[in-house]
């Protein structure tokens, strides 16, 4: 089994920053893709940012130019960097990891438990 620990939510002021981290630990051979989610009340959950084991990153285009994604493999952590938060920003954010626990594993998806970030002056 993998959990996925989610930290560095909270209250930031319109213009403000924040960072999120998400380690996962358990039985883990690989971790392909790495991501971002967030889900506003009332709406669907939708993809914020991702990156995979190369680097490569893809963003929404409401986040791209302020948000950046990062990992650290000897660590299995993501980060989500947010500056100049808005108030449409508001959302809970939840990240998730594509594991493979050992060589001859399917990738399964796991998922954290969600951090709420408020953006409100």
């Known amino acids: 089994q993998v959990q996925l620990v989610e930290s560095g939510g909270g209250l930031v002021q319109p213009g403000g920053s924040l960072r999120l981290s998400c380690a996962a630990s358990g039985l883990i051979f690989k971790i392909s893709h790495m991501g971002w989610y967030r889900q506003a009340q009332g709406k669907q959950r939708e993809l914020v940012a991702g990156?995979?084991?190369?680097?490569?990153?893809n963003y929404a285009d409401s986040v791209k130019g302020r948000f950046t994604i990062s990992r650290d493999n000897a660590k299995n952590t993501v980060y989500l960097q947010m500056n100049n938060l808005k108030p449409e920003d508001t959302a809970v954010y939840y990240c998730?990891?594509?594991?493979?626990?050992?060589?001859?594993?399917?990738?399964?998806?796991?998922w954290g438990q969600g951090t709420q970030v408020t953006v409100s002056s």
């Open positions: 990156i995979t084991n190369g680097g490569d990153t």
């Open positions: 998730s990891h594509n594991v493979q626990s050992r060589f001859f594993d399917p990738v399964i998806t796991y």
